[in-house]
RNA sequence: GGGCGGAUAGUUCAGUUGGUCAGAACGCCGGUCUUACACACCGGAGGUCGCCGGUUCGAACCCGGCUCCGCCUACCA
């Protein structure tokens, strides 16, 4: 018998599967499902994976992620490769993308850990947590691309001149950030908005002509700073000083009075203070009306000479000290509690600060209504998440700022002439390269001014500006491979949806810039997996849930299960009670498998599963709805709603295959003398087609366990190397009968009746009747008459016939049973 | 402030174009060790489908309003 195994246990140990491949299949299946939203998360699992497509190119490709992003820490490790299956074939990854097509299938990278492994790369700070090496290849070929892309793309300059200056603000963590990002910059997606209390402070400029000119802020800090103040151009209280200048208090210093139509009349005096920079609005008029600069924060959040005495405080001193001398001066008015909106890192939660300094830069902004174009031609899944994207694109403020400083990560290759700062670019060749460890190539010179002396680019990239060119990478762009016309655009990017607005969006912008298509037609998006009380899971809260305790616990396929339980674009919490049932399906299935293997004897060389036999009704039943099953569940699949199609396939295989089919054609075995050999024929046949029909649909989501199985039970009959590259099963519509779909659940339905009678009889189920007599019309006699062996072999009755006078009810209107327990037969 | 999503049995969730759609699983109660499986099988009980209106012959489903939860987004200094 080809499944061993007793007592109906699955065997702990599936050969050939050791802790990685489990781990592959968690992370796969996470990818697939969810991301799991570990914030803060420099994910503990990192995989790396080819990707490469080995056999016929032309199934779907597919792209995922974990989920996660991360200013840094690594975030993820892209994907791996789903489980590599029990003989290391090539993995399946139907429960990504839909069906499986029989082919490999090219799963998409995300190459985050780039930044942190291989040798050309920045070393690391010991405190960054290792991360599994990358293959060379994949490293070289992320900076090689980034090397050529800044030529290839409209807008982006080498220290960019001062017109980008809506993007060009370093943001400064408000203190408390030394250790690894000292000097973070920060793009428009990094900063998130929280709603803080402070204070609005009524302060008394003075006019020219002496006057009082009563100002609110909440930046008092930023007094010194002050480059203008600004009213409302219809405020008639104003009128008079429009054009004028003002002093600033303590520093006693003019600035301009100009007009802007966004002062809100109403809000405190109706005079505004702009600085340099506290916020958005004042960037803009900075850069609108050409206003003064005054900073007055150095690096470290510290006030400048400029401030006078107040130098060298930082920010929160520096507010307390200007407060006091300003009310010393009596210039200060009143200090109202204020709720306010303040710019936070999306991370670490430190307020921000707008500080100018040289970046790299993509500009975005001039873009806006291609890249929503872009968006209207991705089909996404579900389709609202759209909203997500237009509603991102439509505000961008920044242009995309491409460069950080950082300890770690893909270097700029690029040098800049010592004499003249003209930048001298990498030659592809010597890529990648580190210009901060390595001299340009022999012989370089300026092209501006033939200076010989260097110096490397020392900052790095934003993380996503490799990531975002994950299909480009795997598709060989760079490189003019050939694969990239086979493969590109992908079919799809699997991914959670708060990153819609970063990994999503930019890697769309890339491949617009870059290829002028989109990077994938479908985009599905997933929720993210929250603890059991419904939370997102962090580490920083500690309620995350460790894929190994659950796999340890049971197994990869369980876990997997469970993950496969959410329904698109909505989050599932985690449930151990859900992995159990996981569990619980897989035993089922492995006892099942041995049910119909028991049958499955061969004879002299005969393999007798494939001879066809003689259908019953009851095997044109089963045939039929799981032809039904697996139209559904292709159906599911094609939206990408793989829980659904799980869970019709689990029903499928519980409710009829297992509690209905098994029992009613084991007579056929137990008895074959109340049977034709074509009848029994056809059960054995049935029960090989349809076990092995399932094992194919369960293949995604239970990949280990079906791909044992199918190694032992179903391949030696003349499959492929793995169930993982079969064939999706196809919906035999020939075998859609609705006829028998009708008798086998009418035959169920009585059958339930007789059950029910054992059940309040006492007896199990097995328990033979020595007689089972049908009261109905004799219309539905006729309609019976098919089914009634069935019937009689499933209710494990000696005989079986019409009669009037059963009182014993069914869910059939006007059908009634009579039954005589039979005696109990010894074991046999 | 704006937008999106969610609210259905004790619990977690399905409910495709409005008319056997009021479902599944788990849990609960009861029965059964039966030649695949007691990690099982059989049977049973459980819901005004968040609230209020409206459209309709008919609404969990469509429309309006409201409440609560989650997420995204936002220059009111």
Request: net charge negative; aromatic share 8%; charged share 25%.
């Amino acid at each position: 018998m080809p499944v061993a195994g007793d007592g109906g246990q699955v065997p702990q140990g599936v050969e050939g599967m050791d802790e990685l491949d489990l781990l592959l299949g968690v992370v796969f299946v996470i990818a697939a499902g969810l991301g799991v939203g570990v914030d803060d998360d420099d994910s503990a699992v990192a995989v790396d994976d080819d990707g490469v497509p080995g056999g016929g190119v032309g199934g779907d490709v597919v792209e995922a992620d974990d989920g996660g992003d991360a200013q840094g820490l690594g975030h993820d490790g892209g994907v791996a490769g789903p489980p590599a299956g029990v003989h290391g074939q090539p993995a399946d990854v139907r429960a990504v993308h839909g069906r499986g097509l029989g082919r490999r299938q090219v799963v998409g990278q995300d190459d985050h850990v780039v930044g942190q492994v291989g040798k050309p790369l920045r070393p690391l700070a010991d405190e960054v947590p290792q991360q599994p090496p990358l293959d060379v290849e994949h490293v070289a070929h992320a900076v090689g691309e980034v090397g050529r892309q800044r030529l290839d793309l409209p807008g982006v300059g080498p220290q960019d001149a001062l017109d980008g200056v809506l993007g060009r603000h370093v943001l400064l963590a408000d203190g408390g950030l030394e250790l690894l990002l000292k000097f973070l910059v920060l793009q428009q997606a990094d900063v998130e908005i929280e709603e803080q209390s402070s204070t609005l402070n009524d302060i008394i400029f003075k006019g020219a002509d002496g006057s009082d000119l009563l100002i609110a802020t909440s930046r008092p800090e930023l007094i010194p700073a002050c480059v203008a103040l600004y009213v409302h151009p219809d405020d008639e209280r104003y009128q008079r000083l429009v054009g004028k200048t003002a002093v600033v208090p303590l520093f006693n210093y003019a600035v301009p009075i100009k007009t802007s139509p966004y002062v809100d009349i109403s809000f405190g005096t109706g005079l505004m203070m702009v600085c340099t920079w506290g916020d958005n609005d004042d960037v803009q008029k900075w850069k609108e009306d050409h206003l003064d600069t005054r900073v007055v924060f150095d690096e470290h959040g510290r006030l400048n000479e400029l401030a006078g005495q107040f130098a060298g405080l930082n920010m929160k001193d520096g507010r307390k000290a200007i407060l006091a001398a300003l009310k010393e001066i009596g210039q200060l008015i009143k200090s109202a509690p204020l709720q306010h909106n303040v710019g936070v890192h999306e991370r670490c939660g430190h307020t921000v600060e707008f500080k100018q300094s040289p970046q790299w830069f993509i500009k975005v902004l001039g873009h806006k209504d291609e890249y929503l174009a872009r968006g209207a031609e991705l089909a996404w899944f579900p389709p609202h998440m759209k909203v997500r994207f237009d509603d991102w694109v439509g505000g961008l403020k920044w242009d995309w700022c491409i460069s950080r400083q950082r300890y770690y990560g893909v270097p700029f290759p690029v040098w800049y002439c010592a004499a003249c700062n003209e930048p001298f670019i990498a030659p592809r060749e010597i890529l990648p390269v580190d210009p901060t460890q390595t001299p340009p190539p022999a012989g370089g010179k300026c092209a501006k001014c033939g200076g010989e002396t260097f110096v490397g680019e020392p900052d790095v990239m934003d993380t996503w500006m490799t990531s975002s060119l994950t299909p480009l990478i795997n598709s060989r762009w760079a490189f003019g491979d050939p694969l990239h016309d086979k493969i590109y655009p992908m079919d799809i990017r699997v991914q959670a949806f708060e990153i819609i607005r970063t990994w999503l969006f930019y890697t769309v912008a890339k491949s617009h810039h870059h290829t002028n298509t989109l990077p994938w037609r479908h985009v599905m998006i997933s929720g993210w997996g929250l603890d059991e009380k419904g939370k997102k899971m962090s580490k920083r809260l500690g309620n995350f849930v460790d894929p190994m305790d659950v796999i340890n616990k049971y197994s990869a396929d369980a876990l997997r299960y469970w993950s496969a339980g959410a329904t698109l674009g909505n989050d599932l919490r985690y449930s151990e009670r859900d992995v159990s049932d996981g569990k619980r399906l897989m035993t089922k299935l492995w006892n099942a498998i041995r049910f119909v293997t028991t049958y499955l004897i061969d004879e002299q060389g005969e393999r007798l599963a494939l001879r066809p036999g003689e259908p019953t009704v009851v095997d044109r039943w089963i045939r039929s709805r799981f032809a039904q099953t697996v139209k559904y569940a292709t159906q599911c699949l094609d939206q990408y709603e793989y829980s659904l199609a799980l869970k019709s396939v689990e029903r499928f295989f519980f409710a009829e295959f297992c509690d209905n089919y098994l029992e009613i054609v084991k007579d056929r075995f137990w008895n074959p003398a109340r049977f034709t050999p074509g009848h029994i024929d056809a059960a054995r046949h049935t029960l090989f087609a349809i076990g092995y029909g399932i094992i194919k649909l369960f293949a995604p989501f239970i990949p280990y366990l079906t791909e044992d199985i199918y190694q032992r039970v179903f391949k030696p009959y003349g499959g492929p190397v793995s169930v993982h590259v079969d064939a999706w099963p196809e919906a035999d519509e020939n075998a859609i009968d609705a006829r028998a779909e009708d008798l086998g659940k009418l035959l169920v339905a009585i059958l339930t009746g007789a059950r029910r009678w054992k059940t309040e009889q006492a007896v199990h189920q097995g328990h033979p009747l020595a007689e089972l007599l049908v009261t109905c019309p004799p219309k539905l006699q006729a309609e019976l008459e098919p089914v009634l062996e069935d019937l009689r072999a499933a209710a494990r009755s000696d005989k079986i016939g019409f009669a009037d006078g059963g009182t014993v009810p069914t869910e059939v209107e006007g059908v009634m049973l009579a039954m005589v327990l039979g005696e109990k037969k010894p074991k046999a």
